[in-house]
């Protein structure tokens, strides 16, 4: 056990994860969750949150295990993720932009502990500034500013990364309390009762079914080493399954209506939904098919069949427990996608 009082790296060799079972995790977090608060109290825990949607959700496997640990989380990101966690247990606060202003907002938590899940060295700093003692990965020359080191090591999921943050956490500062032996095989992000009375609403004045449909989400932002994460047959795709009789819904982002409408123009669009609304959504969908971004993870946490369209290295961002297609060799067809996606909704209806 390391020693509390020195300012060194914890040894996380051994917090690897392979096993993907739910048997232990669920069997764990009914049996001890209780048995933590209880035996040592709740310990306040700031956390900085990811910056992209699809990380966030991502983390949430982490989050809930602290929580049930025996963290008092308080969370800070961007302004969407506090719509996008309401539902979750612990609280979720927008941050104001800039260093100082974040670590103002930080200071206010009173926390003294801190968990990083970006790799930043802005956000470990706003972290210090606000005179909190966080945990996060090395790198970015941020060393000096980390009460808790951990090295990335290997290339893994991002689910599987966050997770090793998570237990270096736990490991340090909550030694006594039990911690799964395994990841959850699914990640689940709460809907609430508000967004789903929304997400309703919303199909209704699209004159869209109430369940069934499929979404699909072409939007997806930045490269991969150069390359687009933007699959370039959408349109090829939409056409098809519209002349198919597939009911096409699509939610689409900031800025992407004109764009999506002119790919897609034989979907139903619900623009201008918040991510809780779009979380209960997906939730009522036959199937989501997407590009790897945002979109394709919280589809993977509503319980929706999802397919993960890729044209590079899918290792750190498949679908969780979902599925996908494509590699770094090359985008996959129209005519890989279309039988793929029936197999698996055929999969999902037995």
Sequence with gaps: MPDNRLRTAVDVRALNTKSHS???????????????????????????????????????????????????LQCFGRTWAKDLLAACPWRTSSLPGGIRADARCLRASR?????????????????????IQPAGYTGNARWPLLRVRVARGRRRHEVEAFWRLGSAVQVRWRPRADWPTSLPRRIQIPVTDRDRQQAAAALRRARASDHGYWVL????????????????HWQQLGQRLHNEGCEIV?????????????????????????????????????????????????????GCAVLGIFGHDATRTYPWNGHWIGDKSGWPSVEEVIPRARRICNQASH
Excluded at 286 to 297: F, K, Q, R, V, Y
Aim: a positive charge.
């Design 22 to 72: 739910s048997l232990s995790y669920q069997k764990w977090s009914k049996q001890i969750a209780a048995k933590n608060t209880a035996m040592v109290g709740s310990l306040p825990l700031a956390v900085r949150l990811p910056n992209w949607i699809g990380d966030v959700v991502m983390s949430v496997p982490t989050l809930d295990a602290l929580h049930r640990a025996g963290f008092e």
């Design 111 to 131: 926390c003294v502990h801190g968990l990083l899940f970006p790799n930043s060295f802005s956000t470990a700093l706003a972290m210090r500034l606000a005179r």
């Design 217 to 232: 989400a072409p939007g997806a932002t930045g490269t991969i080493k150069g390359r687009t994460k933007v699959w370039p």
């Design 250 to 302: 699509v939610c689409p982002g900031p800025g992407e209506v004109k764009r999506v409408r002119d790919t897609l123009p034989a979907a139903t669009l619900l623009d201008g939904v918040g991510l809780g609304t779009y979380l209960a959504i997906l939730s009522q969908a036959e199937l989501t098919i997407a590009n790897d971004s945002g979109p394709m993870h919280l589809a993977a946490a509503s």
